[in-house]
């Protein structure tokens, strides 16, 4: 006879296991649009409040809001209150990696994807990368800037230790700031993000070696390399 379960169900009840597995479905359909992967992207780098995020993916605050509502039910994202803002992070390290494997699988098996891909970032098959491994090494020898060329809040939150931030928007603006005779890194969100490619293109452009870092900042700090938090924009300079 089978026994009865928490909520009065028989163990191994049909109805018993559908629940089970819905359940388990709900985090794959927290990130079912695309709108909502974006905003997991976002909050890989670190917390943001509802109007940045919104900024971010291009949406009204009231589209973001319902998004992470969406977020919040599925376990995906915790938020918080301070003053008249709402931020939301992640829920943990094991959304950052769930989001990667995502792209993984898409990468392996949605046909087009690389299709899709350059037609977002552009022909790549010039510009220079670097691994995590190289990059750590070369920062080690000295001869190299790293420059985080993402949003100053993502930087705030969390970079590579030694980098500086340099937001891509900023760029141009700012290149008398970089020293002379080292090779730039510019690194970003991640393998999909635009703002290292645009970056590596601006600084060729002016006669600067330039590279950028083959996948982002979340990977990076996934494989335990070292990282620094509210850190001060200090001037560029060797690493």
Request: charged residues 25%.
């Amino acid at each position: 006879m089978n026994k009865l379960g928490s909520e009065g169900k028989h163990v191994g009840d049909r109805e018993a296991k559908d629940d089970l597995f819905d359940a388990l479905a709900s985090v794959a359909k927290g990130l079912g649009s695309g709108r909502r992967a974006e905003i997991v992207d976002v909050l890989a780098q670190g917390e943001r409040p509802v109007d940045e995020i919104a900024q971010e993916i291009g949406q009204s605050v009231a589209n973001t809001s319902q998004h992470l509502q969406h977020l919040l039910r599925s376990g995906l994202v915790h938020s918080r209150r301070d003053g008249t803002r709402i931020y939301y992070r992640l829920s943990g390290p094991g959304v950052a990696q769930l989001w990667t494997a995502v792209r993984l699988v898409a990468s392996d098996h949605v046909a087009k994807l690389n299709e899709l891909a350059a037609a977002y970032l552009g022909d790549r098959s010039a510009l220079s990368t670097l691994t995590r491994t190289e990059l750590r090494d070369r920062m080690a020898g000295g001869d190299i800037v790293v420059l985080d060329v993402r949003p100053e809040p993502e930087f705030r939150s969390g970079h590579i230790a030694g980098a500086v931030s340099v937001p891509v928007k900023e760029l141009t603006e700012r290149l008398r700031e970089l020293p002379e005779g080292h090779t730039v890194a510019a690194y970003c969100r991640g393998p999909y993000c635009v703002f290292a490619d645009e970056a590596v293109r601006t600084l060729r452009r002016s006669g600067i070696p330039a590279v950028r870092l083959e996948d982002g900042y979340p990977e990076w700090e996934a494989a335990g390399l070292p990282v620094e938090t509210n850190a001060s924009n200090a001037p560029a300079g060797t690493s």
